[in-house]
């Protein structure tokens, strides 16, 4: 089966989105967009051999795959997050961890609807909106480093995911009105997993700021962004 040769990711906030187009050996990141431009940014007019969209919810919970009833994933997910009413709410596997994520992408905004209806796949179809964090739980194990720490930092909220080796640690989204608080989160977690930042890279899936990576870059011993 032939490889596919354009892929777009693209990252849905309330505030807006970010787009990574892969296009034979080019990669271009757009980084942190408004709404308002969704229907005159070119990249988005157009089709591809694949479409992948995360949506950044914080109504999400892992799992344990025989843990998880379908007919009682609402009931379960309520129990970590309080969810809106009208929330609709699905599970997708995690392979990787022998898990489900019980999600609902019903953040507030229509935005993430929206992309999922302009940027097509070639054959015509649309993608279907997956969280944020399933996404990082899909990318962590591709991180080289024995100590796996992943974030991204959107509308006011910090999602990490953290393993060791091939062992999951930790999958959570934290409120932090700020970087500050977002990093004081991050902190707070390798403390308690005895990680050194020192010893350590930190891979962020969200634009970061110049500020924001040179205030990390004084305590990790690098910065990466996938």
Known sequence: MAENKDRISIQVGLSGYSFTLE???????SGWMGPESVFT???LQRRYDSVQMSVFTPY????????VNPLSAREQLADVVRLPEDAVVQTVDVPDFAAKLIYSTSIGGTLHKVLAQTVLMS????????????????????????NKILASYV????????????TLLLCNSFKAPDFTTAQ??????????????EMSSITFRTPLNEEQEMSLYRYFKSVERV
């Open 60 to 67: 999400c919970a892992l799992v344990p795959e025989g843990f």
């Open 123 to 146: 054959d015509g179809n649309g993608t279907t909106p997956l969280p944020e964090l399933y996404y990082m739980l899909r990318d962590v194990l591709d991180i080289p480093d024995y």
């Open 41 to 43: 940014v070119k990249e």
């Open 155 to 166: 509308d006011g909220v910090l999602y990490l995911v953290v393993a060791q080796g091939k």
């Open 23 to 29: 296009e034979d050996d080019r990669r271009t990141a």
């Open 184 to 197: 004081y989160f991050i902190f707070m977690v390798l403390k308690k997993f005895q990680m050194n930042p």
